[in-house]
């Protein structure tokens, strides 16, 4: 289950990740791509960001952008944000990567959550930070990030009013 809408007839979903250049911009395409094969591009906005600071208007990670461009996504135009504490007066539901992620939120609240928390295999599960790693890193984080993603436009479609 996820919160309701602050407003009826739309929903926004805030993606949080420690450098927003890998695993949340990676979650942010794939949702953004999900919800306009659902028709529900207009009525749901996504945004992302980085808790911390370092690479506050980069591109993603060339690492994280060839998985989705080989998966046939459209990686080119993210440019990384960091988190603000207002970003959550903004949003109706926040999800984390991992649990790191999630403490530096303020924790679990009615509208903050683990991402893995909506993953249909491994409920509760964190995305693993693939910064430090190898390419298999990133092909694991768009396994998760595909199937959670689905299952979030599941989620937010019965939040909205049926068309
Ligand atoms: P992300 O990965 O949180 O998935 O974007 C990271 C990117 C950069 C750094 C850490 C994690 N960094 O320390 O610069």
Known sequence: MIPAPRDPGR???ALVCLGNICRSPMAHVVLDSRLDDAGLGDLVQVTSSGTGGWHVG???DRRAAATLTT???DASRHRARQWVTGDADDADLVLA???QNLADLGGRSARV???GDL???QGGAEVPDP???GDAGFEEVLRMVERTT???VSEVRKSLPTP
Do not use: N
Request: a negative charge.
């Open 11 to 13: 929903y926004r979903v």
């Open 58 to 60: 980069d591109p993603m």
């Open 71 to 73: 998966a046939g996504y």
């Open 97 to 99: 990567m991992d649990h």
């Open 113 to 115: 959550m683990l991402f």
């Open 119 to 121: 993953d249909p295999l």
């Open 131 to 133: 910064y430090y790693g």
């Open 150 to 152: 689905t299952e979030i």
